[in-house]
């Protein structure tokens, strides 16, 4: 549970490269970032509105890399709401997300009443390798919600 009713926890996981930093400077600061550079974890706060009332976010974007898996299982711990971020230039970004999502249900237990969104980035790209539909099927038998998005 939050700590205070109005304070949530939203963890961004994915492999390197996809643009979960991008999204995430997106949205709390409103730039985007050109060059690539790996993170390890950085944590962001952002007031938002919601139901008539202010709720503080704490953003965790998580590292690509497979290298910290008990700092991967920790924010999962600590999670109350993730998103699955993958590029759909890369098949090979939304496979990775599998086995993110299977610890999620291993940690979390039913993921029923846990919000997980499910996020194909770079669709400004021209260079698919991931179409609306395959990101589309992944959610639903993932049960959570889908979108597709630019960090530009």
């Known amino acids: 549970m939050p700590e205070q ?3 949530y926890r939203v963890v961004v996981f994915g492999a390197g490269g996809v ?3 991008s999204l995430v400077l997106r949205f709390v600061k409103g730039t985007f970032r050109d060059t690539y550079i790996p993170t390890i974890e ?3 706060r952002q007031v938002i509105s919601c139901d ?3 709720c503080t976010l704490q953003i965790t974007d998580t ?3 497979h290298q910290f898996p008990a700092m991967q299982r920790l924010s999962i711990s600590k999670g109350h709401a993730f998103i699955l971020v993958f590029s759909v230039t890369s098949k090979q970004s939304l496979e990775e997300l599998k086995p993110i999502y299977q610890q999620i249900v291993q940690i979390k237990g039913s993921v029923e009443s846990i ?3 499910l996020v194909g980035n770079k669709c400004d790209e021209t260079q698919r390798e991931v179409e609306s ?4 099927a992944v959610a639903k038998e993932w049960k959570c919600a889908f979108m597709e998005t630019s960090a530009k």
């Open 5 to 7: 009713s109005n304070d």
């Open 19 to 21: 643009g979960k930093s």
């Open 42 to 44: 950085d944590t962001y």
């Open 52 to 54: 008539k009332s202010v």
């Open 63 to 65: 590292t690509g890399s």
């Open 115 to 117: 919000p997980i969104m």
């Open 133 to 136: 539909r395959e990101g589309e």
